[in-house]
Structure formats: structure tokens, C-alpha cells
């Protein structure tokens, strides 16, 4: 991984859609939320089906759409998330297929400089962990050094990663721990996977899980931008 750019807020969205959702019904949502790129305030935004949720202990890991934005602050965040095309989205082609949603929002200063946007094509792995009732600043600071270890001794295929603790915590639904990692492909992210479970597996791992109540992981193929674009 290079150098590293400017401060930036990750976002990142996770949607449920209903059963028997016409896939069309489904595209037009994915198009419409990858539209939102023309808006000012967003500096990265992809969404789309997610490929796997491999090691997920939650329920909720039947999440099938995720969505990956970035923002230089939070109140460009927050512009997003007001601006009427976003409104219009989640209201008309979002919430009618929509059975469930939760959220998390972390800030990293580690993202390379020019990589703001993952190229189309490359492998994204985002984790969320929800600590167990009553963990303190102490545990929620192993799992967070837990988690860095854990994408270093990966990082031979990593193109980039994040890690953070969630500051939306209305919307995460106990989750409170993020991460982002960009792979070249899905050989790659398997490889560096199977490289961070050997080096953690033993004490380390098990002085960590102590903490940790549930994790949610995505894996999704950053799309190629259409050529043309849903209006709305």
C-alpha cells in the first residue's frame, strides 16, 4: 500500500431486499444509489449485490446490496444523506424492496493518495464486529490493534485498508468496529485471508474473541461505471 492521503469518513451501507424482489426492481436501486456520484459532496460511491459473507455469527449476514461511500468530512457526509437525490432514491427505488438496513461510519486517514475510488473489478471485504455488552475503552482497543495485526500479516494482495471505530452507532445496530480492505481479485483476498488466519490463530485470537459478540463480513466486486447513467 502507498502513501497515505487526507483525513476521509467511510461509509458503508448493508440492505436486505425481499424475497421474490423483481431483480430489475433491484438494479434500479444499485443504478440509482451508483448515480449519486455526480453530487458535490461525495468523493467515492459504489454500490452492489454482494458476492459472499464469509465467517458472518449474526443474523443479519443475509445482507445482499451493500453500498461503499467516501467523504472528506462530515458534513459532506451529512450533505449526502440530506441532498434530495439521495432522498429520492432511498424513498422510491430503496425502502419499497427493503427488508432490513443498518449502517456504520468511521473515519481513517489511510486510504492511498489517488485511490480514493477502488478501481472497478477489485475485491472488497468489509467486517463489522459488535463488542459484548459492558466492554469497555480497554477491550474495544485490543480488538481494534486485533484487527490492524490481522490485516497486516494479510498484506500481500491488499491494495488498501481501513479500520475504525463506528460513529453512528443509531444505525449499526450494536455493531461498533469497521473495516475496509481492497483486494486485486478474489484470488488475492483468499490468499492474504488464509495468511491472517495462520498468523492469529492461537492466544492472540482467543484473547480477542473474548470480546466480541458478533461479526458481520461482506465481500463485493466493485462495478464498472454504466455508460450511462440512471437519471434522477
Known amino acids: 500500500m502507498s502513501s497515505s492521503s487526507a483525513q476521509i469518513i467511510e461509509h458503508v451501507v448493508l440492505f436486505k431486499v425481499k424475497d421474490g424482489t423483481d431483480p430489475a426492481l433491484v438494479n434500479a436501486m444499485v443504478d440509482g444509489l451508483n448515480a449519486l456520484i455526480s453530487l458535490d459532496s461525495v468523493l467515492h460511491i459504489a454500490a452492489g449485490p454482494v458476492l459472499r459473507t464469509p465467517g458472518s455469527s449474526s443474523s443479519p449476514s443475509t445482507f445482499t446490496v451493500i453500498l461503499h461511500g467516501r467523504y472528506r468530512t462530515n458534513d459532506d457526509l451529512a450533505a449526502y444523506s440530506n441532498h434530495p437525490d439521495h432522498v429520492r432514491v432511498v424513498k422510491e427505488l430503496g425502502s419499497p424492496i427493503r427488508e432490513n438496513i443498518m449502517a456504520a461510519d468511521w473515519v481513517t486517514d489511510r486510504v492511498p493518495e489517488g485511490a480514493v475510488a477502488p478501481p472497478?473489478?477489485?475485491?472488497?471485504?468489509?467486517?463489522?464486529?459488535?463488542?459484548?455488552?459492558?466492554?469497555?475503552?480497554?477491550?474495544?482497543?485490543?480488538?481494534?490493534?486485533?484487527?490492524?495485526?490481522?490485516?497486516?500479516?494479510?498484506?500481500?494482495?491488499?491494495?488498501?485498508?481501513?479500520?475504525?471505530?463506528?460513529?453512528?452507532?443509531?444505525?449499526?445496530?450494536?455493531?461498533?468496529?469497521?473495516?475496509?480492505?481492497?483486494?486485486?481479485?478474489?484470488?488475492?483476498?483468499?490468499?492474504?485471508?488464509?495468511?491472517?488466519?495462520?498468523?492469529?490463530?492461537?492466544?492472540?485470537?482467543?484473547?480477542?474473541?473474548?470480546?466480541?459478540?458478533?461479526?458481520?463480513?461482506?465481500?463485493?466486486?466493485?462495478?464498472?461505471?454504466?455508460l450511462a447513467s440512471l437519471s434522477i
Not at 466492554?135 to 481494534?144: F, Q
Request: glycine share 14%; charged share 25%.
Open 120 to 226: 472497478p473489478g477489485s475485491v472488497v471485504k468489509v467486517s463489522l464486529l459488535k463488542l459484548k455488552e459492558g466492554a469497555g475503552d480497554e477491550a474495544k482497543g485490543e480488538v481494534l490493534t486485533a484487527v490492524a495485526e490481522g490485516i497486516r500479516d494479510g498484506l500481500g494482495g491488499i491494495e488498501q485498508a481501513t479500520w475504525g471505530e463506528n460513529f453512528s452507532p443509531s444505525r449499526s445496530k450494536g455493531f461498533s468496529i469497521g473495516s475496509l480492505v481492497v483486494f486485486r481479485g478474489v484470488e488475492e483476498m483468499e490468499a492474504a485471508a488464509a495468511a491472517a488466519a495462520a498468523a492469529t490463530a492461537g492466544p492472540r485470537q482467543e484473547e480477542v474473541g473474548k470480546h466480541v459478540d458478533g461479526m458481520i463480513s461482506v465481500e463485493y466486486v466493485v462495478p464498472h461505471p454504466k
